[in-house]
């Protein structure tokens, strides 16, 4: 059914316009700085929302910004108040597996840490040893969601064609907790019908509990029109396509919490059902579900942890939901 192939990319390195530190139009993100190393990313997944980003360099490519470390020092230099901490990355992931990507990442990265900001990321990839060797120096200061929707590698493959094995994020994981970093397991996008029967739930909680892990994220997928494209043009097996997409038919659109555009939705009493039968099961095996917000306005209000609280930081402000990005606070009376 699934016959995930390599993926081929063209890198090049461009000049970024406009500051590095931006905010987020997601409330997940409400007043934390976010950076992107790259437009287009390596991952190359199928449901990627990115895809339909007027700035997306077209699917293989992609491009990497030059001096961001750099650009982010004299930022920061710039700034009345530096930020508790920054997030990596709102449209692609911090840990392609592109030198390029990396080398930026890891200098960004260090001067972040080494000024005393946090750096908070999602990742599917493959984390090399030196970013955990600089994690572990700076303890309280980094916070890890793990992408895994699924111990099914095919699967993952066919969905996620550049990005890490499941064995390889599971082992992420346990070296990212030996590290000293907080970690918890994004599963998003959850596909009904095709990833949330109760057996694979299990498994997939019981692996990540395994490894330390007591919290999750969870959503199923928001269909874009450029999710849509992906999925019809990247799945051979057309009876699958149409298994996940024709539940949406009858489904809610809306606009993401926060302004960041909008889409389709599962129906709500799918969604509401799906959601409540994740949690009855994450607690069975000793885990928090935090269900997306963002994307479920009307089953949802709580947040998914898109980042957590790193030492020194100010989660009141993450609670207001305010856009302003922490620099900008006033100081605290």
């Known amino acids: 059914m699934f016959t995930g192939e390599a993926l081929v990319v063209t890198v090049r390195l461009i000049e970024r316009r406009g500051a590095v530190l931006t905010p987020s139009g997601l409330a997940c993100l409400a007043g934390v700085p976010t950076v992107n190393i790259s437009s287009g990313c390596a991952h190359g ?3 990627c929302y990115g895809r339909g980003y007027s700035q997306y360099p077209g699917e293989g490519t992609v491009l990497v910004y030059r001096d961001t470390a750099a650009r982010i020092e004299k930022e920061l230099a710039r700034k009345r108040r530096r930020p508790a901490a920054v997030y990596f990355c709102p449209s692609c992931d ?5 030198n390029a990507v990396l080398e930026e990442s890891y200098r960004t990265m260090r001067v972040l840490l080494e000024s005393g900001v946090g750096v908070e990321f999602v990742t599917k990839g493959i984390i090399p040893g030196r970013f955990l060797d600089l994690f572990s120096r700076h303890p309280g200061r980094v916070s890890a969601q793990i992408g895994l929707t699924t111990l099914d590698d095919a699967l993952r ?6 990005a890490a094995p499941v064995s390889e994020r599971l082992r992420v994981i346990a070296l990212l907790k030996e590290s000293g970093v907080s970690v918890s397991v994004r599963a998003d996008p959850l596909i009904h019908g095709v990833m949330d029967g109760d057996p694979d739930l299990a498994a997939l909680l019981a692996a990540c509990r395994e490894r330390g892990v007591t919290d999750m994220a969870a959503s199923y997928l928001f269909l874009r029109p450029a999710v849509t494209a992906g999925l019809r043009c990247h799945i051979a097996d057309r009876t699958l ?3 996940i ?10 606009a993401l919490r926060g302004g960041a555009g909008g889409g389709r939705a599962l129906p709500e009493p799918i969604r509401r059902a799906g959601f409540e039968r994740i949690k009855q099961l994450a607690s069975e095996h000793g885990l928090r579900v935090h269900v997306c917000g963002c994307k479920n306005p009307d089953v949802a209000s709580d947040q998914c942890h898109l980042v957590r609280p790193v030492e ?3 989660p009141e402000s993450r609670a207001q939901g305010t856009s302003r990005l922490l620099w900008e606070l006033p100081p605290s009376s």
Do not use: H, K, N, W
């Not at 911090?94 to 592109?98: K, M, R, S, T």
């Open 312 to 314: 020194g930081d100010m």
């Open 245 to 254: 997409l024709s539940p949406y038919a009858q489904g809610r659109r809306f």
């Open 94 to 98: 911090a840990f392609q597996p592109v």
């Open 45 to 47: 997944c199928i449901y």
């Open 157 to 162: 493959a066919e969905l996620e064609p550049g």
């Open 241 to 243: 396509v149409e298994r």
